[in-house]
């Protein structure tokens, strides 16, 4: 292809970004849009028309895949030699090359276990964690690095966070870690792009020589660059302006680990002269498709819509199931007369909230022997925790001695050693991700109470692990949505779109619940063609029916009208409407699940720094007034608060076991408590 035939198969907006080879040039654009195409144009133009030499420019994109897949593609429109790769990659090639030069010997080797280490860091701090505090303490020292906020600003910049422990606490676990990493000549992934940025912004010679190399630099995704990842950029540019970049601030996904699409947002600012380039064509989907994805962002404010360019196509189609088993089911068999009519399998996706989700789907897939592949995250019975915790009740079914009476409890008790607790960490990434493998055993195992013990349980799971080994070769794509980001499939499967897993619940915030539309957004623009959006009622078969869809799609069904119990009315005081479960919105009859404001099965947001605060006050009331703790309030009560959180004496007494008497004695303390976690 001749360099100019590059740009003209780009349209006359994505040609103008693409002729613009010496930067600074901005694209902002909604999803399918082509940013990606243009870019991968915009770098073989520059080099194949002889502007920037190929070794001299550098791709940054945001997985490993999408960096492969941009390899293939410049390498396809003549342009080899170009790198592409994510940030951390090229940190650690330029690291093992730089670090011998700057400070000398080898650099440090890559910390593995991060989570041994922060425990170490935590018992230094004199802080006894438990294990999802250890993971909500390894979050919040990511997404402090990520910040670029060092311990001796922690304190100063949590204002706003919920962190597992008080902000000073978890400042002097964060220092330890730093320690302990220096101590023992480790790094961790975010630290190989701390020391390249620092490397070659304290090392002239070197930064000279890494820049008379690289002059060009092109990144993709860009709304979700972390301040750390900026810095290395900054550092790589060296005060230079020839960078692209392309994002799409509706596609802001990552905000959790402090990735912020103000970078974006302030490029123009930053480069007054750049070239910004708005896309709006939406050269991926079907007007129906793209019909849909505008209506989920319909409320936000600022958005670009997308205006479809493709012929016609199928409507979205909306599936109401009964269970997760048979929504699971519907779906593999809808993939089987997707294949059967032609589409290949690799052209299909289904896309999930969080990995848990998955091992249902490898199930019914494997029984409907539809190949599969796991993008973003390992086959369910691959995956490290899911592997450890399989050959501990292997041990333990054999030492038939003292196992407790009931399978849900043996199941649990073996789960405990590896950390796992009833209640979810309030981190989400991997930490949650682990979580919920564990908690998708469990549950397994209150399905099957009362019909199998644990050896036979333990054999079941075998069976299970077994048959899930299909082929991954051109598989249909298992992936969260996360994984899914820049890709793009013929069909996509948008499934467990319930609330409380879309938004996931531990979305408090206004802003956690519109980067949890923003997912659906970016599922519903991967499909080019066929879309399918699916939710369960119950979880389990014969379940209770106490789910409902998503909110994002509220007002989008299209005339599919759910069965599902009404949205949660707003409560005046109690008594005078039913009593809603907060997570699913079913009504609650039990008083245990009254007082927890949610069934009992729903899985619980419990904040246990906050219930550890609460019990410890409780047991200073109860000795002060010699009284049995119990009197002062029940554990189902401090439960229920250190859930609920009550910001008002209102909320407090919407709280079953809370009367006037107590409200007296001990309102206040437990708001103040409350306040202040
Ligand atoms: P996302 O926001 O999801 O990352 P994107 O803006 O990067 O999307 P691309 O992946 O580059 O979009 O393009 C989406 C699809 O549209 C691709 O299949 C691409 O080849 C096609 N496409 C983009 N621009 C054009 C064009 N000018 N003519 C024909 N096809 C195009
Ligand atoms: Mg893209």
């Given at each position: 292809m001749t360099p100019e035939a590059m740009l003209a198969a780009l349209d006359p907006e994505q040609r103008e970004a693409a002729a613009a080879v010496t930067g600074p040039v901005c694209v902002l654009a909604g999803a399918g849009t082509g940013k990606t195409r243009t870019i991968t144009h915009r770098a073989a133009f520059a080099v194949r028309s002889g502007a920037v030499p190929p070794t001299a420019l550098l791709a940054v994109t945001f997985t490993a895949r999408a960096a492969g897949e941009m390899r293939t593609r410049l390498r396809q429109l003549g342009a080899e030699g170009v790198q592409a790769r994510t940030f951390h990659a090229a940190a650690m090639r330029q690291l093992a090359y730089f670090w011998p030069k700057a400070v000398g010997g080898a650099p440090p080797a890559l910390l593995t276990n991060k989570f041994q280490l922060v425990a170490n860091a935590a018992a230094r701090a004199r802080l006894r964690p438990g294990t999802s505090e250890i993971r909500d303490l390894l979050s919040e020292i990511e997404w402090a690095t990520c910040t670029l906020t060092g311990p001796e600003a922690y304190v100063a910049a949590a204002a706003g966070r919920t962190p597992p422990f008080p902000a000073a606490d978890v400042a002097a676990v964060y220092a330890a870690y730093r320690d302990l990493k220096t101590a023992q000549g480790v790094a961790d992934f975010d630290d190989m792009l701390m020391y390249t940025a620092g490397i070659l912004e304290e090392h002239a010679e070197v930064a000279e020589e890494f820049r008379a190399r690289y002059r060009s630099f092109v990144v993709d995704e860009y709304q979700d660059v972390t301040p750390l990842q900026q810095r290395l950029l900054d550092a790589w540019l060296g005060g230079r302006d020839d960078l692209c970049v392309v994002g799409d601030v509706q596609q802001t996904i990552y905000s959790f680990t402090g990735a912020t699409p103000s970078f974006l947002l302030g490029f123009r600012t930053r480069y007054p002269t750049a070239t910004v380039v708005r896309l709006v064509r939406d050269?991926?989907?079907?007007p129906q498709v793209v019909d849909l994805a505008n209506g989920v962002l319909a409320s936000v404010p600022d958005k670009l819509e997308l205006r479809a360019q493709r012929p016609a196509g199928p409507a979205p189609s909306f599936q109401e199931h009964d269970d997760e088993a048979a929504e699971a089911v519907a779906v593999a068999r809808r993939c089987k007369e997707l294949v059967a009519a032609g589409v290949p399998a690799g052209e299909i996706a289904i896309l999930y909230r969080i990995n848990a989700q998955s091992a249902a789907y490898e199930a019914a897939l494997s029984n409907a022997d539809v190949p599969y592949v796991i993008r973003g995250g390992e086959r369910f019975f691959d995956r490290p925790e899911v592997r450890e915790a399989l050959l501990l009740l292997r041990g333990q079914a054999r030492a038939v001695d003292d196992l407790p009476a009931s399978l849900p409890d043996a199941v649990a008790s073996v789960l405990a050693v590896r950390g796992w607790t009833p209640a979810a960490p309030s981190s989400s990434g991997a930490v949650r991700e682990r979580w919920e493998s564990l908690s998708a055993l469990h549950r397994l195992a209150v399905d099957h109470a009362g019909e199998m013990d644990l050896p036979a349980f333990v054999a079941e799971l075998e069976e299970r692990a077994v048959a899930q080994h299909a082929p991954s070769v051109d598989g249909v794509t298992l992936a969260s949505l996360h994984a899914a980001k820049g890709l793009e499939w013929d069909a996509v499967f948008l499934v467990g779109l319930v609330d409380g897993t879309l938004p996931l619940i531990h979305a408090d915030t206004p802003e956690q619940v519109e980067e949890e539309r923003r997912l659906l957004y970016v599922g519903i623009t991967r499909a080019r063609e066929h879309l399918s959006l699916s939710w369960a009622l119950a979880r389990s078969p014969g379940g209770r029916a106490s789910r409902r869809p998503s909110r994002f799609l509220d007002g989008l069904l299209r005339g599919v009208v759910s069965k599902a119990a009404a949205p949660r009315p707003a409560r005046t005081s109690r008594g005078s409407v039913p009593v809603i479960c907060r997570i699913c919105g079913a009504v609650l009859n039990a008083a245990v699940d009254k007082k927890l404001g949610r069934c009992a099965t729903c899985p619980s947001d419990r904040d246990e720094a906050l219930y550890d605060a609460l019990r410890s006050w409780r047991a200073e009331r109860a000795k002060l007034l010699g009284q049995p703790a119990y009197c002062v309030f029940t554990d189902a009560t401090l439960a229920a608060i250190a859930e609920q959180k009550p910001a008002s004496v209102a909320a407090l007494v919407q709280i079953p076991g809370i009367g006037q008497a107590k409200l007296d004695k001990f309102g206040e303390d437990v708001l103040t408590l409350v306040s202040g976690s």
């Open positions: 050269y991926r989907s079907t």
